[in-house]
């Protein structure tokens, strides 16, 4: 949760720095982000194989197996990057163009994914490396390293983005290069302590075509998943875009809002309960598995359920940080709202489907997602605020029912499902090698 604080406030820095340059500037960056987000898709998918072998097979002393795992997820994160460099620095601006954005949108959003898609597969690298090493109950080196490369992305982003003291000032691309710098700080610093001995993971020889092929097989949903949900943002972001650039501008900053107060906690506990349950699986305790994943989905519902609380009566003068803009302004406390009153049914969703990747069941959540926010997020709020007229209020309520149908399924899920023998059974196919 530490580690998380600190990059999601990162993030937040970003769009509290555009912003200050105008609301078009906010759009283009949260356009770019669009197309950010796939590689940041398939580093967490690649992590979430990781994690499950990992805590699964630290659980029962399998170490050899468990490094393996980690060496062969790193290695193909690092390949899985370099697509995107080829991407970004020859359809970088078109691809912002082609989603309806303004030719000043387009340029601004171009320059900053250009940056961003150069060090995706350092990207790749730091996300599956700390979750690999988060399986292994490491949660505090994936911390240290990620609290000392935000600090400089935070302090870089300013620097750059405004050209403080003897910095140049760079703007929006000032703002990528800072990102582009962390994600290379972030990757070489867990690379080190992983070889150098200071973590409980290494590095082995990749042999295990079995270990192969379970990486890929959990992996896989967990990336179709946050493919097809970024792929589900591009016609959301159009349908936001036909209500103007104010309203685009204002979702971005409005769901910045509750990321930045809701998020660190809930991915922490997403993590966490990955780790107990796979580990509980992994010392032959299903049902202590069960506890784990719905005493931790409890706790996530009683702490960032009442932080979804504060965030709906204190939107206004929160996202009055990111904008002065009239319109802008009431719209993104709007969305905040929103947001605010989804946090409960948001925080259930993804720690339970944190405890079913700990099972290695990541199919029953890329269902929940992708089947909510293409019914909801995207459908419903096409049907009743463009085909129905009802405006953004049909998108309020489609973010919303996205939401509470996705802490449904997964919960449904968790409840019937049959992840613990699945566990098991990939476990024993793997073997138990220790040293």
Known sequence: MAEQVLRTLMRTTDI???GLFSPAAVAAIGLADLYARLPLRIGLGLGGGAIALSSQDTGRGATANRDEAVTQAILVGALAGFPFVLFGLLFAESAISVLGAPENVAEMGGTYLIIIFLTAPARHVA???????QGTGDTRTPMYVNVVSNLLNIGGTVALGLGIGPFP?????????ATAVGNLFTATALLLAIYGGWTRASFARPRNQIITKQLLVVSAPRIGEGFAATVAEFPFNAILLAFGTEVNAAYQI???????????LSRGYS????????????????????????ATAALGLLTVGGIGGVLFFAAEPLVRLFTSAPETL???ADFARVYGL???FLVSFVVLAGSLQGGSDTKTPFFARVSGMFLFMVGFSWLVGVRLDYGVV???????LYYVWSMSVVGAGFYWGGWASRAAAMMEERGSAET
């Open 16 to 18: 509290v720095v555009v």
């Open 127 to 133: 996300l599956v490396a700390a979750r690999s090493l």
């Open 169 to 177: 000032e760079w703007r929006i691309t000032g703002v990528g290069v």
């Open 254 to 264: 409005g769901r910045r809002v509750y990321q930045q107060v809701t998020g660190p």
């Open 271 to 294: 993590v966490a309960s990955s780790v107990v349950v796979g580990q509980a699986l992994g010392d032959g305790d299903p049902e202590r598995a069960r506890f784990e994943g719905w």
């Open 330 to 332: 009431k719209y993104a």
């Open 342 to 344: 989804a946090a409960p």
């Open 394 to 400: 049909g998108v309020y309520a489609g973010i919303l």
